[in-house]
């Protein structure tokens, strides 16, 4: 197959240390078999304004001088307008611009966080290709085995979403709301099977085919909490899933979550919510690094 290919570059804010972003993609279940690593390279395909295309990122400097080389592959010409939307949402999913000199010169002095700091050092979050995918995930997660989660995303991908092949090796692309958005109301459930999750998934796309992300990444964190909290399915802990995951909201964490609190107990004598106060609006990050790394 014949592609359509632009090769730009992308910076990031140092530190940043592109092989900690492909060693938890690559251990990232969400994501699991939907995109290829290899040689410090990552292959993976998205929907871009409806249009898919492949993106395949290298690191091109060191970590003190961080570029990152993309190639665009599409079987559509790769308009200047999508190209920039192209470079955005992969700029957003690696977190290319989060500086982590703020939160790091905290952790510095935290002798509990200090070692996994060392560890994760340059490591940017890697969130959900897009937030709207975080939502679903959210949904399909909720009160369900990883492992049927994960067939039922496959499921939507398969129905809604388009595969693209690139060296011998199919890409699947998460459909963007509006193509579910579109879809008829019973189709969801049927893909899914089941009912409840399918309607859940149906409103989480009616939702998300109507809003500005720009609102969502950057609007107020109540309004867009608030936001997220009127969607059916969608309730305090997911919402704060998607704005962490999603979005990289980090100005707020899950403090009754059962799985953060277990890798912080094993650290700290102190409570979540002492900790994440000290951390204030780099609580998300030291969240994340903690569970990644902790």
Known sequence: MS????IESL???????????????????????????????????????GQPLIFRVKAAHSPKSPTLEYTLFSE???????????????????????????????????PYFAPVLEK???????????????????????????????????????KFGTRLELDGVTYP?????????????????????????GEQIAAVARAFSQVDEDFLR?????????????IKGIGAWSANFVMLRGLGRMERIPTEEKRLNEVVSKQYSESLEQIAGRYGPHQGYWAHYMRVGG
Request: with cysteine; proline share 6%.
């Open 173 to 197: 692309v998460f459909p963007e709301a509006s193509q579910i958005a579109q879809a008829d109301p019973e189709e969801v459930p049927t893909t899914i099977h089941h009912e409840r999750k």
């Open 120 to 158: 994760l050092y340059g490591y940017h979050q890697v969130k959900f290709m897009t937030p709207f995918e975080n939502a679903c995930w959210a949904v399909l997660t909720q009160r369900n085995p990883m492992n049927l989660a994960g067939r039922m995303k496959q499921a939507l991908m398969d």
């Open 218 to 230: 950057t609007g107020p964190y109540d309004e867009v909490e608030a936001w997220l909290r009127s």
């Open 3 to 6: 592609f359509h290919t632009q």
């Open 11 to 49: 910076e990031a804010r140092a530190p940043f240390d592109f092989e900690k972003s492909l060693a938890f993609l690559g251990g990232f279940m969400p994501n699991h078999a939907e995109q290829t690593i290899a040689d410090n390279t990552m292959t993976k395909a998205v929907m871009v304004e």
């Open 76 to 110: 559509e010409p790769i308009t200047a307008a999508r190209q920039a939307a192209a470079a955005d949402r992969i700029s957003f999913f690696l977190s290319l611009d989060d500086d982590l000199q703020p939160f790091y010169a905290i952790g510095q002095d935290d």
